[in-house]
């Protein structure tokens, strides 16, 4: 119960890969040279990697969120706060629990997820173009952007992080200015 929870937390909002949100359109099958190609290129991608970079940092914030909702409910709300009066730290070490189980059970997850991002490629592309890109990938430049991307891909994060702080602290301000001049009467506001 606890991991599909936290599933469903995870594809209702996570940062990931469309194909991780939702399931993919039925696609005509894709022949067996063409799905082999493209299998071979998405573990020449390693996607695993990706999606293990991913996971680790979002599983924590996971964590605490089925922490959060699971404290909402009578029967689980007991059982956290005795677990929590007994020491300060084991809040920490639920989420860290949850944490684990939660990379433990997405792992699980991951063939037939490779399999289906696999069959988009194969929908997508020719056996012959899957077998180009994969060549281009074994290329100095190629192999050069797949051993880089997941650094650009952290830095792009991190300046992501950075953009939709500054953003909210302004966008925050701004609204409680707004809601102040046009909701509160005494500021002159008409009531709606």
Known sequence: MMRRALL???????????LAQATPPV???ADAATMAAAERLIAQMNVTATLDRVFVQLS??????????????PKT????????????E??????????????????RQYPAYLKRVAAQYAAA??????????????TGPGAK??????????????DGRELGSVAG????????????QEMLPENGSKKS
């Not at 469903?8 to 469309?18: K, R």
């Not at 084991?90 to 792992?107: C, G, P, T, W, Y």
């Not at 592309?125 to 074994?138: C, S």
């Open 90 to 107: 084991n809040h920490d070490r639920m989420v860290a629990i949850l944490s684990q189980e939660f990379m433990i059970a997405i792992k």
């Open 8 to 18: 469903a937390l995870l594809l209702a909002g996570a940062p990931v890969p469309a």
């Open 60 to 73: 924590p914030m996971f964590a605490q969120a089925l922490l959060g909702q699971l404290g909402s409910e």
């Open 169 to 180: 602290r302004e966008a925050g301000a701004r609204a409680f200015e707004r809601i102040t």
């Open 77 to 88: 709300k007991a059982m956290i706060d005795t677990i929590n009066a007994k020491a300060p």
């Open 125 to 138: 592309f020719t056996a012959d173009e899957l077998n180009a890109i994969a060549g281009f990938y074994a």
């Open 27 to 29: 696609q005509p099958a």
């Open 145 to 158: 952007a797949l051993r880089l991307l997941p650094e650009l891909q952290a830095k792009m994060s991190a």
